[in-house]
């Protein structure tokens, strides 16, 4: 059993940053792939970035070149850096964890969830 904690959203102007990190429970953190996804009012839920655990990371098209995915195993947490934040990055942001890196982006794949953290852009 993985307990995924998410910390660090709220209130950003639009062009600001934020930085969310999730802490996890359990020994077995590295073993994991460690994804966030968001889910704005009304909207399907959307892959955001994931960090395999050998390191390999993935982006959402939407998130490319703005957004860093990082774990550090020894402290069982990943993060993720949000700069350059618009209006539409308003969401709320779940971090995820799955034993199969094939389903990085796919969120029925995920063996675990945290409860979420939300995210608000102002224009």
């Known amino acids: 059993q993985v307990q995924l904690v998410e910390s660090g959203g709220g209130l950003v102007q639009a062009g600001g940053s934020l930085r969310l990190s999730c802490a996890a429970s359990?020994?077995?953190?590295?073993?994991?792939?460690m994804v966030w996804f968001r889910q704005a009012p009304g909207k399907e839920r959307e892959f955001v970035a994931g960090?395999?655990?050998?390191?390999?990371?993935y982006y959402g098209d939407s998130v490319k070149g703005r957004f860093t995915i990082s774990r550090d195993n020894a402290k069982y947490t990943v993060s993720l850096q949000m700069n350059s934040l618009k209006p539409e990055d308003t969401a709320v942001y779940y971090c995820?964890?799955?034993?199969?890196?094939?389903?990085?982006?796919?969120?029925?794949?995920?063996?675990?969830w945290g409860k979420g953290t939300l995210v608000t852009v102002s224009s």
């Open positions: 960090v395999a655990s050998g390191g390999n990371t």
């Open positions: 359990g020994r077995t953190f590295s073993y994991y792939a």
């Open positions: 995820a964890a799955t034993t199969l890196p094939a389903n990085i982006k796919n969120w029925n794949g995920m063996n675990y």
